[in-house]
């Protein structure tokens, strides 16, 4: 049985902690949950608290966050599963990350899928292009740089708008609460300059949508992705903390787990 710490208590990290403290996953158990604002009811615990007891903890409270917590959970010998991946980004980050201690470091698939095969693809040779278009309702969008006028149009908008186009890297840390997928399919294709991120405003857009496409060595893939938004969070598609409950239940009992 291992013992889980969930680091953020909100729209992810709360349905997490409380399917594992419900005993949803076989062969894992809730240790406690970190976080200033609040636990929701469920067992709460500090930081220091958490490293002592946890072996696996999940962060589930956004980029600054894991850049602050990840390494001292891989420094304490903790596993660390990673939900807020833009923050990867920074490879300064990820070299902390790896070189911060016995932890090993996982990366939760989140929003999207066709991860594995885009790993499996970009060992067979490099890819050309790779594009992911994520299309959301306009509040979520409206970041704290954008100019008044910006913003103003972005929230204002009657029709889907085309918010940002450019690289992952830029994308995912200049959308911090909505494009960590950019990053994951980044990650996945093991090339941050080949892929292109666009981001959508769409006032219509009912469901989350992400559409992946690549094209290299091995083919030529698409991945459609239509999700319910969190009624949490809005910006969070409502499937990301079951995504995180099915990465813990792998590493809790592997038998079984698609490789
Ligand atoms: N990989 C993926 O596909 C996705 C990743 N994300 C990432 O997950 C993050 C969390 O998403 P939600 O749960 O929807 O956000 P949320 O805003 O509902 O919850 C975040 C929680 O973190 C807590 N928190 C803030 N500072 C903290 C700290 N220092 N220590 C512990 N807890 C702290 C807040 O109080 C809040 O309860 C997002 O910011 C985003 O980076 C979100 C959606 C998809
Ligand atoms: O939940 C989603 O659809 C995607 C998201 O917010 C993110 O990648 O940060």
């Given at each position: 049985?291992?013992?889980?710490?969930?680091?953020?208590c909100?729209?992810?990290?709360?349905?997490v902690?409380?399917a594992l403290?419900e005993?949803?996953?076989?062969?894992?158990?809730?240790?406690?949950v970190?976080?200033?604002?609040?636990?929701?009811?469920?067992?709460?615990m500090?930081?220091?608290?958490?490293?002592?007891?946890?072996?696996?903890?999940?962060?589930?409270?956004g980029?600054?966050?894991?850049?602050?917590?990840?390494?001292?959970?891989?420094?304490?010998?903790?596993?660390?599963?990673?939900?807020?991946?833009?923050a990867?980004?920074?490879?300064?980050?990820l070299a902390r990350?790896?070189?911060?201690?016995?932890?090993r470091?996982?990366l939760v698939?989140?929003a999207?899928?066709g991860?594995?095969?885009?790993?499996s693809?970009?060992?067979?040779?490099?890819?050309?292009?790779?594009?992911?278009?994520?299309?959301?309702?306009?509040a979520?969008l409206?970041?704290?740089?954008m100019?008044?006028?910006?913003a103003?149009r972005?929230?204002?908008?009657?029709?889907p708008?085309e918010?940002?186009?450019?690289?992952?890297?830029e994308?995912?840390?200049?959308?911090p609460?909505?494009?960590?997928v950019?990053a994951?399919?980044?990650?996945?294709?093991?090339?941050w300059d080949?892929?292109?991120a666009?981001?959508?405003a769409?006032?219509?857009?009912?469901?989350?949508s992400?559409?992946i496409?690549?094209s290299?060595?091995?083919g030529?893939y698409?991945?459609?992705?239509?999700?319910?938004?969190?009624?949490?969070?809005?910006t969070?598609?409502q499937?990301v903390?079951?995504a995180v409950l099915?990465?813990?239940?792998d590493?809790?009992?592997?038998?079984?787990a698609?490789?």
């Amino acid at each position: 049985m291992i013992s889980v710490a969930v680091v953020g208590c909100g729209a992810i990290g709360g349905v997490v902690a409380r399917a594992l403290h419900e005993g949803e996953v076989v062969g894992a158990r809730l240790a406690g949950v970190v976080d200033p604002n609040g636990t929701r009811g469920l067992p709460g615990m500090s930081l220091e608290e958490a490293l002592a007891a946890a072996d696996l903890v999940v962060e589930a409270a956004g980029q600054a966050v894991l850049a602050d917590v990840g390494p001292r959970v891989v420094a304490a010998g903790r596993d660390l599963l990673v939900v807020s991946v833009g923050a990867l980004t920074d490879d300064a980050l990820l070299a902390r990350l790896h070189g911060a201690g016995d932890g090993r470091v996982h990366l939760v698939s989140g929003a999207v899928g066709g991860l594995d095969m885009l790993r499996s693809a970009a060992r067979m040779g490099p890819f050309e292009t790779v594009r992911i278009v994520t299309t959301k309702k306009p509040a979520g969008l409206v970041q704290p740089w954008m100019s008044a006028a910006e913003a103003d149009r972005v929230r204002a908008t009657d029709r889907p708008l085309e918010v940002r186009r450019g690289p992952a890297r830029e994308i995912a840390a200049a959308f911090p609460r909505s494009t960590n997928v950019a990053a994951a399919v980044a990650l996945a294709v093991g090339d941050w300059d080949v892929v292109e991120a666009v981001v959508v405003a769409d006032p219509a857009a009912s469901l989350t949508s992400h559409v992946i496409t690549a094209s290299g060595a091995a083919g030529e893939y698409r991945f459609e992705i239509r999700n319910r938004p969190s009624p949490d969070n809005p910006t969070t598609s409502q499937v990301v903390p079951y995504a995180v409950l099915r990465a813990i239940g792998d590493l809790a009992a592997p038998s079984g787990a698609f490789r």
